[in-house]
């Protein structure tokens, strides 16, 4: 389906791209010109790509538009008419100026025509659009002027000042937008008298057109100017967006970048201008300005502080270090909170102890956080990550967990002498915290002293958290042997009974066939935990080279732990193999269900079984269906089995799915006759 | 030297005690406002909804979860929606008092809304936003912000003429997975970056279909807008319809992979500015004697920075295969957007990741860091020239698409090099819609 459409597409694209004959260009207008909605769109698309053909191509650039022009008049449809001006947006030149004109005449035309005209390059657009505007009544009149306005035709400013003055507010309100973004001096003029003699109605379109003025003055240059109204529409009685807008222009035509005007709202009571001056301290260009609005924080009330945090965080210098770093003791939580997201941005090891110690005290969970994530971020690497474990002598067991996850998180690598010291805690949750940060921090390199840790290990409850580690460790190690070596290298040194048993459990990490060998020794150990855990770790090996010798196990166990230990395995094994079902496979659960004991056994290997996609897999599952301790099981796995062959083997599917039917109730003849009675009789 | 301690537990005592709260869940900082837990009435924000479709029906849960705003209203040209709308609001409040507004002018109007949270449909998106700044409202808008060039711009104007707080609905940036994949960018873990891929999935296509009468409860004239008019056709308007043609959606790579732009301007650290050159191939268009519909089905968008990264987006697959990827001349890091899974090479890097962490999904960090800038009035993280920038990207791309040429673009003066290319960048809204 894909291949047929990109065929299609391909075969289009060459249609389009072919040249077109005087002819060809003649049915093509007269067939867009036809164009409705629920036409083929195909004539336009044709002119699409004319138009991408036409670039640099002057003789079929005219062409193009001349056809356009010929989709402007009668009989074209107006979806036709519409098209033709979204071409003529692209490629209109004055040619095209009359035919638009005619379109600006009528209410329904106008705006598609000021679809081409919006962006002509032309200035006889805009006398175009002047002379239409005179006559022009309705959402046409609003149309026209708009488009005038978003030309900033400087020679419609009469008449759009004519038209501000309308008794309709909408095509007043139009007018004023139009007028504000010309802003040339006439513009200004009308705005500025609009000011004084609008209707209030219309106070605030004219306010946003006078901050467009003023904005137009201060990219001139007339900073005077520009000041003069943003003063004037500073004034309380202003609305709220116009006095933030006023204020931040006023802010920037300034020369010292509005510092004293900010000082200045900094200690006055004007609510709405104070956190708009708060905020404009961050892009403050002079050196001083850090140092000189820090030494206002103390000033300022607790929601200002946290204003007054953020933007001089913002600044990312040093001068606010300090400042900053003192409202980590405030006693409001929100300026705290503030001061400890600061610092985690801006500072590096010299703040841990303070924010160590705002971890004291009864805070919420939100600021702990914030202060772990500050400590994460801390700048200063290495120096930032030794005052941090510098820490973990000074806190409790508790508090030490928050910072081990620190440790991690930060990719503290030095770190991990520390946290193995800490694995020897007798508090199981820092144990296991610790462990889980030199499982993320520890490399190939430490893989001899995180063994040391494990084999030295007291705790029995704690064993699988450093084996863990030690798992996630041995995974940097890209070579398998070598792994084996380093856990080898421990093993001869090592003759404690707990201590052999993980190291033996670790082996199958690497998946080694040296390391398989040492377990099939181990397995013949003479000390009984070390076969177990052998047996163990056999049956967690990763792939299938272990199954002969689970197999053995299993015929020949030494106790039935070990025999269901290495049974389970096997499952696992089998059900590994399963994504390729082959004869080899197969033979493998019959040799599987042959070691099976009881029904616990059977369950499981009827589970793996029913992964087979294999006709043969039905065979042994059929043969467990009289088998009433796992009938359910066993009826599972045929069913499964049957839907995974039943494309290709139908009959086999079919026939097995049959058999799982309940035998047919025989007929009352054949039950009388069971019963020695005669059969009843049809009322 | 440590600070000094106000009271006389020691500090192993303050430690076991703050020990206890260690195992809490993250909640969005609030600590900008101080507004955690319970919010006096007079300290919220009040919103109004502007637009309640598919996609606000999705973002409303996230905005009502908040206990500092207070929604009081919504707008929506379709009158069934407006009436779900409500429901929805007034349940989460236990009252019938949302106000609704078949006009949104009327919603701005409102002098007790601060704020408003705009999810039209993309045509509506920069006028509306406008409309609301000149009505001095704050706005969380839907991306894309704009569906030309000039428009954002003019958005970014006027939200800076008016001091408005505006924050694009890209979301991304207060994602943990996209955060941890750009902090691991900044700290050279892939090296230095050459390339940014991204991809979104294949546009659909309408049938032609033929135009219908207006069903009762639509005020399709107000549904149009800014756009030129054209007659009601179902397919051109109803689903996701209108996303298939220029001037009410501009197709899917422009739709979704603003959001990607988004995040690549952010990790490249320009988003005050943008790439130089625009550059598209393999563009498969609908075919027109069966389709009406006129953007791309798939196709291949590239752009080029002037220090010589380049970024590509990749229109093609199906919805859950869209993804970014940074890549570095040591390695990549890869966000898959639909399970919000981190991948990458060396993988060791993805040791250094937290688990956890809201997905995009859950715009709840964006809210979050919209409303703080509410009342600190300092810009948010997606402000309007963020938006516009990362949004002029996914523009400037189809514009090369649509004249099947490669183009040159100054980003300090956003003219191209070609004068056709220019004058796609606006299209003159239809009357009276005006800003």
Not at chain 1, 419 to 439: I, M, R
Not at chain 2, 164 to 171: P, R
Not at chain 2, 222 to 235: D, I, K, N, S, T
């Amino acid at each position: 389906m894909k291949l047929r459409t990109s065929v299609i597409m391909a075969a289009l694209g060459i249609a389009l791209a072919l040249p077109l004959h005087a002819a060809d260009m003649s049915q093509l207008i007269t067939d867009a010109a036809k164009y409705e909605s629920g036409q083929s769109v195909e004539p336009l698309r044709k002119f699409e790509q004319l138009l991408r053909d036409s670039a640099g191509k002057p003789a079929l650039r005219t062409e193009m538009e001349v056809a356009m022009i010929k989709l402007l008049a009668p009989p074209a449809t107006f979806e036709a008419k519409r098209f033709a001006c979204q071409q003529l947006a692209a490629i209109g030149t004055d040619a095209s100026l009359p035919a638009l004109a005619e379109l600006l005449k009528k209410e329904e035309t106008t705006g598609i025509a000021c679809l081409a005209l919006g962006v002509h390059p032309s200035a006889k657009a805009n006398a175009t659009l002047r002379v239409a505007l005179a006559s022009a009544k309705g959402r046409a009149r609003l149309q026209i002027a708009t488009t005038l306005g978003d030309r900033r035709d400087a020679e419609a400013v009469k008449s759009l000042s004519e038209m501000a003055r309308d008794n309709d507010a909408l095509a007043a309100g139009t007018a004023i937008f139009a007028l504000g973004k010309i802003a040339n001096e006439p513009a200004r003029k009308t705005i500025a008298a609009l000011r004084k003699e609008a209707k209030p109605a219309l106070a605030r379109v004219v306010a946003d057109a006078s901050l467009s003025v003023a904005d137009r003055l201060a990219a001139s240059g007339d900073r005077k100017g520009a000041a003069a109204i943003c003063e004037e529409f500073l004034q309380p009685a202003q609305p709220d967006n116009i006095r933030r807008g006023a204020f931040g222009l006023l802010l920037k035509l300034e020369k010292d970048g509005g510092e004293q005007r900010i000082v200045a709202a900094l200690r006055g009571t004007d609510a709405k201008l104070k956190p708009v001056a708060i905020a404009a301290i961050g892009a403050l260009k002079s050196r001083d300005a850090s140092k000189k609005f820090a030494a206002e924080l103390p000033k300022l009330q607790p929601a200002e502080q946290v204003f007054m945090i953020e933007a001089l965080a913002s600044r990312g210098d040093s001068a606010v270090r300090d400042p900053i770093r003192a409202l980590i003791a405030s006693a409001d939580a929100a300026v705290r909170r503030a001061a400890i997201v600061a610092v985690g941005r801006l500072d590096d090891a010299s703040v841990v102890p303070q924010l160590m110690d705002a971890m004291t005290g009864e805070k919420s969970p939100e600021e702990l956080q914030d202060i772990e994530t500050a400590l994460v971020s801390l700048r200063g690497n290495s120096s930032t990550d030794r005052a941090i474990v510098a820490e973990l002598k000074e806190v409790p067991a508790e508090a030490r967990v928050r910072l081990f996850s620190v440790l991690a998180r930060r990719g503290a690598h030095l770190a991990v002498p520390a946290l193995l010291a800490e694995t020897s805690s007798l508090n199981p949750a820092t144990v296991q915290a610790a462990f889980q940060a030199v499982g993320k921090l520890a490399k190939a390199d430490d893989l001899p002293a995180v063994l040391e840790r494990l084999v030295g290990m007291s705790a029995a409850d704690s064993r699988s958290d450093g084996e863990s580690a030690a798992v996630r460790v041995l995974q940097k190690i890209t070579d398998p042997a070598q792994r084996t070596d380093v856990i080898m290298a421990r093993m001869t040194k090592c003759s404690d009974i707990d201590g052999r048993s993980s190291l033996l459990r670790l082996l199958p990490s690497t998946g080694d066939a040296k390391a398989l060998e040492v377990l099939k020794t181990a397995c013949g150990d003479k000390e009984p935990r070390i076969r177990e855990a052998a047996v163990r770790a056999l049956a967690t090996w990763p792939n299938v080279a272990a199954w002969d010798m689970l197999a053995a196990v299993c015929r020949q166990p030494e106790t039935e732990t070990v025999r269901a230990l290495a049974f389970r395995g096997l499952v696992r094994l089998a059900g590994d193999l399963n994504s390729k079902p082959d004869a080899e496979l197969i033979e493998r659960y019959r040799k599987l269900m042959s070691m099976a004991r009881n029904a616990d056994d059977l369950k499981l290997f009827l589970g793996a079984l029913s992964g087979v996609a294999h006709p043969d897999a039905l065979k042994p599952a059929l043969s467990l269906l009289g088998a009433n301790s796992v009938r359910p099981e066993a009826e599972l796995a045929v069913r499964k089995i049957a839907a995974a062959v039943k494309a290709q083997h139908p009959e086999a599917a079919r026939e097995a799915m049959q058999r799982l039917q309940p035998p047919p109730k025989p007929s009352a003849k054949a039950q009388a006759a069971a019963k020695g009675q005669p059969p009843a009789k049809k009322k | 030297m440590k600070q000094t301690r106000s009271s006389s537990l020691t500090r192993r005592q303050f430690l076991q005690r703050a020990a206890a709260f260690a195992t809490a869940p993250l909640i969005v900082p609030g600590r900008a406002l101080g507004l955690d837990g319970a919010v006096a009435p007079s300290n919220r924000i009040v919103f109004g909804g502007i637009g309640i479709g598919n996609r606000a029906r999705h973002i409303l849960p996230n905005f009502l979860s908040f206990a500092e705003i207070q929604w009081v209203a919504v707008s929506d040209a379709r009158a069934e929606r407006l009436a779900s709308a409500k429901e929805m609001i007034d349940a989460r409040y236990g009252t019938k008092d949302c106000r609704t507004y078949p006009d949104f002018r009327e919603l701005l109007a409102q002098k007790d809304i601060d704020a408003v949270l705009i999810a039209t449909g993309n045509r509506w998106h920069a006028m509306a936003s406008m409309f609301a700044a000149h009505a001095g409202k704050d706005i969380y808008c839907e991306k894309p912000i704009s569906l030309t060039i000039g428009e954002g711009r003019k958005l970014v104007e006027t939200c800076r003429q008016l001091g408005t707080i505006y924050q694009a609905g890209t979301q991304r940036r207060a994602t943990a997975s996209y955060r941890f994949a750009r902090d691991m960018v900044l700290q050279g873990k892939i090296g230095r970056v050459h390339t940014v891929e991204s991809q979104v999935w294949c546009g659909s296509t309408v049938p032609h279909q033929k135009p219908e009468p207006v069903p009762a409860g639509w005020d399709y004239d107000m549904w149009l807008g800014p756009v030129q008019w054209r007659p009601y056709v179902p397919g051109r308007v109803q689903g996701h319809g209108w996303m298939c043609f220029w001037d009410t959606g501009e197709g899917m790579h422009t739709d979704m992979g603003t959001h990607y732009t988004d995040q690549m301007q952010w990790v490249l650290d320009t988003d005050n500015t943008g790439p130089v050159e625009f550059e598209t191939s393999d563009i498969v268009w609908p075919d027109p004697v069966k389709f009406m519909s006129e953007t791309a089905i798939s196709g291949t968008f590239r752009c080029r920075y002037k220090n010589g990264i380049k970024g590509v987006i990749y229109q093609r697959g199906g919805f859950k295969d869209r993804y970014i990827r940074y890549i570095g001349d040591e390695g990549w890091i890869q966000v898959d957007d639909d399970t919000d899974e981190v991948k990458a090479e060396p993988k060791s890097i993805l040791n250094l990741k937290k688990a956890g962490g809201a997905s995009w999904s859950n715009a709840g960090g964006h809210i979050g860091d919209f409303l703080a800038s509410i009342r600190s009035r300092r810009p948010p993280a997606c402000n309007p020239e963020v938006g516009h920038r990362a949004q002029s990207i996914v523009e400037a791309m189809t514009i090369s698409a649509r004249l099947g040429r490669k183009l040159k673009w100054n980003p300090v003066t956003e003219k191209f090099n070609d004068e056709d290319a220019n004058r796609m960048t606006w299209r003159e809204p239809r009357a009276p819609w005006c800003v």
